[in-house]
C-alpha cells in the first residue's frame, strides 16, 4: 500500500510538472508572437533588412566606381592614339625607316606645339575680354574698386583728441597779461622800516 500511494504521488507530481511546463510554454509562446507582431508593426524595415541593404548599396557602388574608372581608362587609350598615333614597328627597321619615323614624330611635334600656343593665346584674349567686360559692368553699376585702407591705431586717435582738448583748458594762455611793478614787496617793506625809525637813530 505504501508503495502504490507513492507511486500515486510521484505520478501526480509529475504531472502538476508537466501541467506548470506546458503553461510556461504557451505563455512563452504567446509572448513571442506579441514581439514578433510589435516588431512587424514599427516598420518594413528590420536590422537585418537594413544590414543587406547596406551590403547591396555597396557592392552598387563599387560596381559603378569601377565601370566608370574603366570608362576613363579607355578615353584616355583613345586620346593618346588620336593624338600621338600607334606606336611604330622600329626592331627590324633600317636607318632610313627610322629617319622617316623621326622626321614624322618632328612634325608632329611642331604641329601640336602651334596648337597650343595658338590655344593659350586665345584664352589670354578671352580672359582680358572678361576683365574688360567686368570693369564696364562695375562702372555701369557704380561698383568701383575700393583701395585698400590704411589701418590706424585707435589708441592714436584718442591722444590726438586729448591733446587737443588740453590745448583748448591751458589756463596760462587765458590769463590776463600784468604789468610788474618797479619796485618789489621787498624794496617797500625797507622803506617803511627806514621812516618808522627816528632820526637819532639814523643818524650816526
Given at each position: ?16 510538472q ?17 514581439s ?10 528590420t ?8 551590403l547591396l ?33 622600329v ?14 614624330y ?5 604641329d ?26 562695375n562702372?555701369?553699376r ?6 585698400t ?55 650816526k
Amino acid at each position: 500500500m505504501a508503495d502504490d500511494e507513492r507511486k500515486k504521488l510521484e505520478e501526480e507530481k509529475k504531472r502538476k510538472q508537466a501541467e506548470i511546463e506546458r503553461k510556461r510554454a504557451e505563455v512563452r509562446a504567446r509572448m513571442e508572437e506579441a514581439s514578433k507582431a510589435k516588431k512587424a508593426k514599427k516598420g518594413f524595415m528590420t536590422p537585418e533588412r537594413k544590414k543587406k541593404l547596406r551590403l547591396l548599396l555597396r557592392k552598387k557602388a563599387a560596381e559603378e566606381l569601377k565601370k566608370e574608372q574603366e570608362r576613363k581608362a579607355a578615353e584616355r587609350r583613345r586620346i593618346i592614339e588620336e593624338r600621338c598615333g600607334k606606336p611604330k614597328l622600329v626592331d627590324d627597321a633600317n636607318e632610313g625607316s627610322l629617319k622617316q619615323v623621326c622626321e614624322g614624330y618632328h612634325r608632329r611635334i611642331v604641329d601640336l606645339e602651334n596648337k597650343k600656343f595658338d590655344l593659350e593665346k586665345e584664352v589670354e584674349f578671352r580672359d582680358f575680354q572678361i576683365s574688360e567686360l567686368n570693369s564696364q559692368v562695375n562702372d555701369l553699376r557704380g561698383k568701383f574698386v575700393k583701395p585698400t585702407l590704411k589701418k590706424v591705431s585707435k589708441y592714436e586717435n584718442k591722444f590726438a583728441k586729448l591733446q587737443k582738448k588740453a590745448a583748448e583748458f591751458n589756463f596760462r594762455n587765458q590769463l590776463k597779461v600784468v604789468k610788474k611793478k618797479e619796485f618789489t614787496l621787498e624794496e617797500e617793506d625797507k622803506e617803511t622800516k627806514k621812516a618808522d625809525k627816528a632820526e637819532w637813530q639814523t643818524k650816526k
